[in-house]
């Protein structure tokens, strides 16, 4: 391994599970096991299992599972040797140095300290002569201050085809360098170029305070209008969000989520410093993830025109699933934050900001405003709409008042909504229903891993594998009796991978536990088998059980060693083997 396996052993024991995802996720105890709602997919009913004697944690709703290692990787888009450096500062050790995976370490590095020296010559252009448009533009036109346009790093790429490349590799950068992290781009004839000429530059920070790339405005009639850095080993725009690490250190207790650089900028320099924006991208379900982790409420203040009114709508959706408290700002007089506040001031927007609908209203009136209420064909098709949002509520509280509210549009009884939504909501229940009937009729597909990839070709062999599997991770002095079993008598090319990797550690003294193995395996394999080690295992009978998988597993191996066999004698010592396998 690059980093010592006996520093991964100490950084286990001293980064306590339960401790380091409480800092992200509340987790409430229920027996001798931890709860909460995980934070990697949206939920209402808590799905996310922290099992403190294991030091492991388990999603039985999307998934995902591992160790204290793979949750900080998974929840801080970590690389593997970042995420041990992240905990190793946490729990105030030093990683030592590293071999195989430094050239990585490296690299990353290199291309946050690329973009930095970027984001400082895009300012030091800004304060010359080549910088003037880029000055009328954000001192005059958008009325920035001076300290704003300092606290977020805004700059300026000049024009011309090579100036940053030039500048860069003067510094002792390389070109190559430059075409990774996005600020070069190659033509045909393999000629580089800047990316961004011409524009108003935008620094865009992660939550470590690294500039990982940047977003730039023309400032004549090019397109596109708005250019961002495209995703590189440092930066990814849909995990990522503008303004996230001033916002998440606010007071406010709210995140205004905005739709661009400038109402973002706007909105903090009138002393709204919870204002963030997605990255020319529309909102995922990894940025209300995000979010989720710094607010309990977000207040949607989109443009009010048809594309603003469509990407709100989308996001209510992503953002309510996690829990938040959704509120949606609608603004009169004005097309955006940006310009309201400018128009009416900070007080103002402030007073428009409390008043703020919640996302079910908002949802509503959208639709109310499609239809012709005096219109009784038009009144159903309102009904038709809206049912579906109020069969959405979890609260029946919820249901009856805003069912009331819909009732009053349209001039029905409130009763009559109230079945039509009952309905609706017993129409999806059956549905669920007889989909689970479905994946419950099929026990193969059950025992399957999700990911394809890993798929069994041999359900009998590798069920008594991850027998073993779980046996050894109960009691690892059980590798004694599976002396005579090898990776390659294993059907799962994981499974056996794996009984490997863990039986070499009990070998040389190390703690034999999946956390231990974060770096030797893919999320998706660490998913499967922190899947695996939640099933029910016995060491009451632990030596006659390894026997028996064993037994299986070997059974299986020389069957597949015989297959294809046409001679006639190693047809019927296949049929035999068969015979002993299943009891027959």
Not at 46 to 69: A, L, N, T
Not at 317 to 327: I, N, P, Q, Y
Not at 416 to 424: D, M, P, S
Request: net charge neutral; charged share 30%; aromatic share 8%.
């Amino acid at each position: 391994m690059a980093i010592p396996a006996q520093f991964i052993d100490e950084l286990i024991a001293r980064c306590d599970i339960a401790d380091v995802v409480a800092d992200y996720v509340p987790l409430s105890r229920k027996g001798g096991s931890l709860w909460g709602c995980c934070p990697f997919h949206s939920e209402r009913t808590p799905s996310f299992h922290v099992v403190p004697e294991r030091q492991m944690y388990k999603c039985f709703g999307c998934g995902k599972g591992g160790g204290v290692i793979n949750f900080i990787m998974e929840i801080e888009n970590l690389s593997y040797p970042d995420a041990v450096r992240f905990l190793a500062k946490r729990a105030g050790l030093t990683v030592p140095e590293e071999q195989g995976d430094g050239r990585f370490r490296r690299k990353r590095e290199r291309l946050l300290a690329l973009n930095r020296e970027a984001a400082r010559y895009f300012h030091s252009v800004l304060r010359s002569p080549a910088g003037q448009a880029g000055v009328e533009y954000l001192f005059g036109k958008r009325r920035l201050s001076k300290s704003t346009v300092t606290r977020f790093g805004l700059g300026m790429s000049p024009e011309g085809w090579d100036n940053l490349l030039t500048t860069m590799t003067a510094m002792g950068f390389e070109k190559s360098e430059l075409l990774e992290a996005g600020l070069v781009v190659n033509n045909k004839e393999g000629r580089m170029y800047d990316r961004f000429r011409n524009r108003v530059m935008f620094p865009i920070i992660d939550l470590r305070g690294d500039v990982i790339g940047f977003g730039g405005r023309v400032l004549d009639d090019s397109t596109p209008k708005y250019l961002n850095s495209p995703d590189t080993p440092v930066f990814n725009k849909g995990r990522n969000l503008f303004a996230l690490n001033i916002a998440k250190k606010s007071r406010l207790g709210r995140i205004i989520l905005t739709e661009g650089y400038m109402d973002t900028l706007s909105l903090h320099q009138a002393g709204f410093d919870c204002a963030v924006a997605s990255l020319g991208t529309a909102l995922t379900g990894d940025h209300a993830q995000l979010l989720a982790r710094y607010t309990k409420e977000v207040v949607i203040a989109y443009d009010g025109d048809g594309a603003g009114v469509s990407a709100a709508q989308r996001a209510i959706g992503l953002l309510e699933k996690t829990g938040m408290k959704v509120r949606v700002l609608r603004m009169k007089g004005a097309k955006d934050p940006d310009e309201f506040i400018k128009t009416y001031g900070p007080e103002a927007f402030a007073k428009l900001l409390d008043q703020s609908e919640n996302h079910i209203e908002y949802r509503i009136d959208q639709v109310k405003g499609k239809y012709d209420l005096t219109d009784d064909a038009q009144r159903v098709e309102f009904l038709k709409e809206s049912v579906p949002i109020l069969a959405q509520l979890p609260s029946p509280a919820e249901r009856e008042i805003y069912g009331a509210r819909c009732a009053e549009m349209a001039g029905v009884s409130a009763e009559v909504v109230a079945q039509e939504v009952k309905r609706e909501r017993s129409r999806r229940s059956w549905k669920e229903k007889k989909q689970q009937e479905r994946r419950d009729l099929t026990p193969a597909v059950q025992r399957q891993p999700k990911e394809r990839a890993l798929r069994y070709d041999n359900l009998h062999s590798a069920g008594a594998e991850e027998g073993v599997l779980r046996l050894v991770m109960l009691d690892p002095e059980l590798f004694g009796g599976a002396a005579l079993l090898e990776p390659e008598d294993f059907s799962s090319p994981l499974l056996g991978r794996v009984f490997g990797l863990l039986r070499a550690r009990w070998t040389n003294g190390l703690t034999v536990s999946l956390n231990a193995l974060s770096g030797e395996l893919e999320s998706a394999e660490m998913n499967h088998l922190s899947g695996i080690l939640t099933k029910p295992e016995s060491l009451q009978n632990g030596d006659q059980a390894m026997r028996d998988y064993i037994e299986i597993i070997k059974t299986e191996a020389e069957k597949r060693r015989l297959e294809g066999a046409s001679d006639e004698l190693l047809a019927i010592q296949k049929k035999m083997l068969e015979k002993k396998a299943y009891g027959g």
